[in-house]
């Protein structure tokens, strides 16, 4: 009954003409970038935090939360038309989308998309309402002990279940943790490695950061990539999107499992909405009575990943609400981007600002609506979003990531650690280091440093407090089962080559 | 990618073993409390260790450090370096417009950008001028007008 009354508080703000713009204007925004392939959504949220600025943080957040969704939505239009995922959590898509469009049925493909998406998300937002009070209840119970193991059992899962190279993973959290490092120890005062830089003295910027490693090193990335762009010429109504009886059938268990299985895993930090669509897809196929159809159009192979992606987008956000604790590259960039509002994710939350906390899952709701009329009205408006020149389009990214970074700070230095940060994002991506684990850590580095810290104070400096506290003690133990695991299996739970950077 | 490998081990050695030395002169400890070198040392440790494993795996070792290699497909060479080297020419337009933003102004500065990135890229005169036209124009508008956004102006005032 509490869960609802602050729900009905979170829709006045949620229904306010400004966030209802803002819902909008990100749910477009994130269609618009899923559509392009080699910009994701972390991409879109860092290039455009600069801009957010002049915004409150309720509609700011609003808004990359619509980026977020769309994005997932986005990227199926091109899975299916092309056969080129707009972005990683699109991957599965293209095996069964692309096969119905060249039946003639992409419409339908789109549709259940749309449809499966709306479900799931829908799902996954009253889950996460009811799941929020009594995490954010169990997160309050803990001290530093608590938080700095937590913390560390959260790098471990990002170096398991990002990418197929573990050692590397492990390098790009401990680059992240180094980083974030850099400045004056709020405890000595003493500045460490700002090389006698004053503007390195706070910390280094999260900003720049985000917009090197995903924003413009995906522009370099992308140039030498083929384009998909001006290959599309197909035409859709209403009528051609919307799925049959025969198809809804067909497809409902698919949605159901898919939304399942997506939120859980979208709850695991560094696992995301592309493993979620992976395993929904494997999922599907075992359950399948004739798994010779996936692959040549079965409608399952789309409703099943389509609806996981978007429940695990949701599931993502019950660690960052309610621990504050990112378990993906784009949700780590909405955690810095609240933090520069002076919002601090966590059990807190909740507390010390419920309007904003339960204004944004109150407008999770209204941005799942938006999602699925815009889909079904506006497709052919996206798809022609394909025609613009990848000559046109990369620079023009890359501008305004410039600008966008000098506004943050109206100084050329901020632009000048993008850029390099971007040669590091595209040396990392070039020899497979992924780049979300660095960001993730750089995001999370002080609060694990602090707590590592004031543990250590609490116990006069014996290590012994992380394994005498029962709940510490677990997730240690937690951790070294992980890296253990780690050390003695030879392939990680889930591969793809662009996993956790949803 | 392997000699790629233990080039990134040596250099990520070498930055492990300054981060250590900088920890222990900034302390671990102050009295009974972790110092301001607690965390670098830490996090120069884990370097250092996943450095070794960088440099070590696939040699004659522990059995553990060979599973960690993961099986991998080459690239061939000349798609490799035509990738690298787009990239290193877009970086260096970047970089040259950037250091004419301080002279000529931030917009006159995006607009060149525009100019020469459409053109390296393959884009016609056309677009690369209407780009360059329109893009900095909404930028203005954006940035300067609505966000008030002091930036670098240049000998035109823009």
Do not use: C
Not at chain 1, 16 to 34: F, K, M, T
Not at chain 1, 334 to 347: A, I
Not at chain 1, 354 to 367: D, E, K, L, N
């Amino acid at each position: 009954m509490e869960t609802l009354t602050l729900l009905l508080n979170g829709f006045q703000v949620a229904l306010q003409p400004v966030n209802l713009l803002g819902a909008a204007v990100g749910v477009v925004i994130g269609q618009l970038i899923g559509v392009l392939p080699g910009v994701g959504p972390s991409a879109a949220i860092a290039i455009l935090l600069p801009v957010t600025f002049g915004l409150n943080p309720t509609t700011a957040m609003i808004m990359f939360i619509g980026i977020y969704y769309g994005a997932m939505y986005g990227g199926t239009i091109t899975s299916v038309l092309l056969r080129i995922p707009g972005e990683s959590a699109s991957v599965m898509t293209t095996l069964d989308g692309y096969a119905m469009a060249q039946q003639g049925r992409a419409g339908v493909a789109l549709g259940i998309a749309a449809f499966g998406s709306f479900i799931a998300g829908t799902f996954g937002i009253i889950a996460l309402m009811f799941l929020a009070q009594p995490l954010t209840t169990v997160a309050l119970a803990f001290g530093p002990p608590e938080f700095a193991a937590l913390l560390v059992l959260s790098f471990s899962l990002v170096i398991y279940l990002t990418g197929r190279d573990k050692v590397k993973g492990a390098v790009s959290v401990l680059l992240g943790l180094w980083l974030s490092v850099v400045g004056v120890d709020l405890i000595s005062g003493l500045p460490r490695f700002t090389f006698g830089q004053l503007k390195l003295l706070s910390g280094v910027a999260f900003v720049p950061v985000a917009v090197g490693l995903f924003g413009i090193a995906e522009v370099l990335l992308s140039a030498a990539k083929r384009s998909p762009y001006g290959r599309v010429e197909a035409r859709f109504s209403l009528r051609g999107v919307l799925p049959s009886g025969a198809d809804w059938m067909a497809s409902r268990w698919a949605i159901v499992r898919g939304t399942l299985s997506g939120f859980v895993v979208g709850m695991l930090p560094g696992a995301g909405a592309t493993a979620a669509s992976m395993i929904s897809y494997t999922i599907e196929k075992r359950a399948a009575r004739d798994p010779d159809r996936f692959g040549r159009g079965a409608i399952e192979g789309v409703a099943g990943p389509e609806s996981s992606n978007n429940a695990a987008a949701v599931g993502a956000m019950v660690p960052l609400l309610t621990l504050g604790l990112p378990g993906s590259a784009t949700t780590a960039v909405m955690l810095g981007g609240l933090m520069m509002f002076g919002l601090r994710p966590g059990p807190l939350l909740f507390e010390q600002h419920p309007q904003f906390a339960w204004g944004i899952i109150a407008s999770m709701h209204v941005s799942n609506l938006m999602l699925v009329l815009v889909n079904l009205l506006a497709i052919p408006v996206f798809v022609s979003v394909l025609r613009v020149p990848k000559p046109v389009l990369l620079p023009s990214i890359m501008a305004l990531a410039i600008i966008g970074t000098f506004s943050l700070e109206n100084h050329l230095f901020e632009v000048w650690l993008a850029l390099g940060f971007a040669a590091l994002g595209y040396l990392m991506e070039r020899y497979e280091y992924p780049p979300a684990p660095l960001v993730l850590a750089l995001v999370l580095g002080n609060t694990l440093e602090e707590a590592a810290r004031q543990s250590l104070l609490l116990s006069r400096g014996s290590p012994l407090i992380f394994v005498t506290r029962p709940i510490s003690a677990a997730l240690i133990a937690l951790t070294g089962v992980l890296i253990l695991t780690s050390l003695l299996r030879r392939r990680p739970i889930v591969t793809a080559p662009q996993l956790a950077k949803d | 990618m392997r000699r790629a490998d233990r080039l990134t081990g040596l250099l990520l050695l070498a930055f492990a073993a300054y981060t250590i030395v900088a920890g222990v002169r900034m302390s671990y400890w102050q009295g009974r409390i972790p110092g301001p070198g607690f965390a670098p040392i830490w996090i120069g440790g884990g370097l250092a260790l996943a450095a070794l494993f960088l440099l070590l795996r696939r040699a004659p070792g522990p059995a553990a450090l060979q599973l960690l290699e993961p099986a991998r497909e080459e690239e061939p060479r000349t798609l490799v370096a035509r990738e690298l080297l787009l990239a290193a020419e877009i970086a260096l337009v970047t970089i040259a417009a950037l250091l004419l933003v301080p002279r000529v102004g931030m917009m006159a500065g995006v607009v060149v950008l525009l100019l020469v990135l459409i053109r390296l890229l393959g884009g016609t005169w056309r677009s690369a001028v209407g780009t360059a036209l329109v893009l900095p124009a909404a930028f203005y508008l954006l940035f300067v007008r609505w966000l008030q956004v002091p930036v670098p102006k240049g000998p035109w005032g823009l």
